[in-house]
């Protein structure tokens, strides 16, 4: 038995939903996980009908900013059956990303339990379309209400499930951003916290006036080193070899970073993790050896760069060969048409059947 209640939707709005046309994190699924920190303990582990809760005015959360969150995937196996991606991973770096805002971890095995049973609940949810994917999203924020500027005593910690079709499916035209910057070697650039999102939204707003899509982030100290493109990692294609940031603590350890990194490698392609600079990357441009930019996350996978440009100079980057034999393994791990070498994916196996 699991000691997570249950409390059913009156009727489910599953056939209110036009899965063709699905907008990226508009649509959430009829259930949601909840649980309270108080007391230095989680408590009232629940599965919920989303619906809009109550919050003081004077959360602290909204504040000064205790909040993280991750973001992780459900698909379904050509058979139907639903699977997780990597859930482990995205267990640990929550409480890594806990542990750098001083907020309580939430237990690894809870967790995946409320994953299992949530993702099952909400199974008819999954889409099955091509690139499309049940979205998770986990957050923890803190819950006090008091505007005195300390840790919070107690926290909410909820998971959504959101269905999305295929992200970002246009070629990203790059901006690199010289006046502002993301995030510092031991600022919490590293960590999934919703302010590193607020601090990002001005500048990338000027780059989208400017007719970019996204900024590529310098490092924040000699506006050198290249750091990650809007919320995700990046990679180079430069002379054969796939080159990309290494993880430096402002850099966000992405999980799709790891999993390319580990593909690539396994089909024996030159992969390098190292301090690059935008020097190099310009350098490899102009002596025809840049072939390729691609950025990855979890919500687009891979996404194709059709352009950079740095100092007013516009560079195209016509080449997508690597980004999309990526993806389709990627996807095929996903869909369970390609192998799973390395058990990233995890049958969703409820503790408990809910319904
Ligand atoms: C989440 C995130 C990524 C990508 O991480 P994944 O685990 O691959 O989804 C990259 N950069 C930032 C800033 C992020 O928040």
Redesign the pocket.
């Known amino acids: 038995m699991s000691n997570i209640s249950f409390t059913p939707v009156k009727s489910s709005r599953l056939n209110e939903i036009d899965f063709d046309n699905l907008k990226f994190g508009n649509v959430v699924a009829d259930y949601m996980f909840m649980a309270d920190y108080y007391d230095g303990e989680w408590h009232d582990m629940r599965i919920v009908p989303y619906q809009n809760m109550s919050v003081s005015p004077a959360n602290m959360a909204w504040h000064y900013g205790q909040a993280i969150f991750e973001?992780?995937k459900a698909t379904k196996a050509i058979d139907g059956t639903p699977y997780l991606y990597r859930p482990e991973d995205?267990a640990k770096?929550l409480n890594f990303s806990a542990n750098r805002m001083d907020m309580p971890s939430f237990p690894e095995d809870m967790f995946l339990e409320a994953l299992h049973m949530l993702t099952d609940i909400n199974k008819d949810w999954i889409p099955v379309k091509e690139g499309s994917a049940l979205y998770i999203r986990p957050f923890m924020i803190a819950f006090d209400n008091n505007i005195g500027v300390r840790p919070s005593y107690t926290y909410r910690f909820m998971i959504l499930n959101l269905p999305s079709n295929a992200y970002y499916t246009k070629k990203l035209k790059l901006k690199v951003e010289e006046k502002y910057v993301r995030a510092t070697i031991g600022g919490v650039?590293n960590v999934?916290n919703a302010g590193?999102?607020g601090a990002a939204m001005y500048p990338t707003s000027q780059a989208q006036k400017e007719g970019f899509d996204q900024v590529l982030w310098l490092d924040g100290i000699e506006k050198k080193y290249i750091q990650?493109v809007g919320?995700?990692?990046i990679f180079f294609v430069i002379d054969g070899t796939i080159v990309t940031p290494a993880i430096d603590g402002a850099?966000?350890n992405?999980?799709?970073?790891k999993s390319i990194i580990k593909i690539l490698k396994d089909k024996n392609y030159p992969v390098v993790e190292k301090a690059l600079t935008i020097d190099e990357v310009i350098k490899a441009y102009k002596d025809g050896k840049l072939t390729e930019i691609f950025g990855?996350?979890?919500?687009a996978v891979v996404a194709k760069v059709s352009s950079i440009n740095y100092k007013g100079i516009n560079m195209e980057l016509p080449s997508h060969e690597m980004s999309i034999l990526i993806k389709q393994e990627v996807d095929g791990i996903r869909n369970t048409t390609l192998e799973d070498k390395w058990g990233w994916m995890v049958k969703v196996n409820p503790k408990e059947k809910l319904v």
């Open positions: 973001g992780m995205h770096r650039g999934k590193n999102y990650e919320t995700m990692n850099i966000l992405g999980i799709t970073r990855a996350g979890t919500a």
